[in-house]
Structure formats: C-alpha cells, structure tokens
C-alpha cells in the first residue's frame, strides 16, 4: 500500500495561516477523490475537507470558511490552505484517497499543525 505525504505543519499563532500539501504517488490520482483528517490530542480521526476528482469540495461545518481545500492533478498533490485557525485546530492532519479511508495501512504519517500563543 503505497501512502500518502503530508507536509507544511508546523505552530503557528491563533489567528495564522498555515498551507498543508499532500503528494500521492499512482497514475489514478486524478480519478480519485482526496480527503484531509485531522486528529486531535485524546480523539478519534475526523473529517476535514473533501475535493473531488471533478473539483467538487466538501468541508466539515468546524473549518467552512476558513480552509480551503485544493488539488493539482500534475503535480498529484492536494493542499490545504488554513486561514483563522484556532487552538482547537492543533491536530495531526492527514490526507488521504477517500475510498481508502477505512483501510488502517493507507494512511501515511501526517503533518503535526499545533495553534498556541
């Protein structure tokens, strides 16, 4: 199972921005629809945003507004663009193929982002 990589998390102040991208390697990258997660300090994996293989986006109702996810078919990477974070944004953030999600071995080693002053 070949897995994602995630980059560009690092601490950034409440308030800041912060852009994550996200390579994958195959030739169906463009067919696929690609999900970012995040996992918060003592909780389960949960849905960010979505971006379908036609353009399509779907967030979660907690980031609407203020992420914005992306994809760049020549490049096979997807990227999320995070603007107002807060503290509860610190999470671990993952990408991912969405079909693939329920599978424990695609996901890769995700990007830690952490929103503290």
């Known amino acids: 199972q070949v897995q994602p990589v995630e980059s560009g998390g690092g601490w950034v102040q409440p308030g800041g921005s912060l852009t994550l991208s996200c390579v994958v390697s195959?030739?169906?990258?463009?067919?696929?629809?690609m999900a970012w997660y995040r996992q918060r300090p003592g909780k389960e994996r949960g849905f960010v945003a979505l971006?379908?293989?036609?353009?399509?986006?779907t967030y979660s109702p907690v980031v609407e507004g203020r992420f914005t996810v992306s994809r760049d078919n020549a490049k096979n990477t997807v990227s999320l663009e995070m603007t107002n974070l807060k503290p509860e944004d610190t999470a671990v953030y993952y990408c991912n193929n969405f079909a693939n999600v329920d599978i424990a071995e695609s996901w890769g080693q995700g990007t830690q982002v952490t929103v503290s002053s």
């Open positions: 195959g030739s169906d990258f463009s067919a696929n629809a």
């Open positions: 971006v379908w293989s036609g353009g399509t986006v």
